[in-house]
């Protein structure tokens, strides 16, 4: 079992930053691959970025390449999401998970969601 803890979420204007946390626990969460997620108002949850338990690879969907970086820090068992250049599109619920890779049916833990509302 792992389990995953988001923080970090609030609301901000268009162009501002912010940086989201997931902490982790759980005896393989080291040894997992991590990906963040985000549910829009009204739509379907989508992915946003991934990384090797490692941290050696990461991927991101094309509408955040560029502006968001995926990291992580295996010793404080916590994985980060920063965003830079935060436009009101990024405005969604935030899911942090491990398991998988891309897709999302391939993650088999999920957190709570915290919530990231960007707008004028």
């Known amino acids: 079992q792992v389990q995953l803890r988001e923080s970090g979420g609030g609301s901000v204007q268009p162009g501002d930053s912010l940086r989201l946390s997931c902490a982790f626990s759980g005896r393989t969460s080291s040894r997992e691959n991590m990906g963040w997620f985000r549910r829009p108002p009204g739509k379907d949850r989508e992915f946003v970025a991934s990384?090797?338990?490692?941290?050696?690879?990461?991927y991101y969907a094309d509408s955040v390449k560029g502006r968001f970086t995926i990291s992580r820090v295996n010793a404080e068992n916590t994985v980060y999401l920063e965003m830079n250049s935060l436009k009101p599109e990024d405005t969604a619920v935030y899911y942090c998970?491990?398991?998988?890779?891309?897709?999302?049916?391939?993650?088999?833990?999920w957190g709570q969601g915290t919530q990231v509302t960007v707008s004028s």
């Open positions: 998970a491990a398991g998988g890779w891309i897709n999302i049916k391939s993650y088999s833990y």
């Open positions: 990384i090797y338990w490692n941290g050696s690879r990461a």
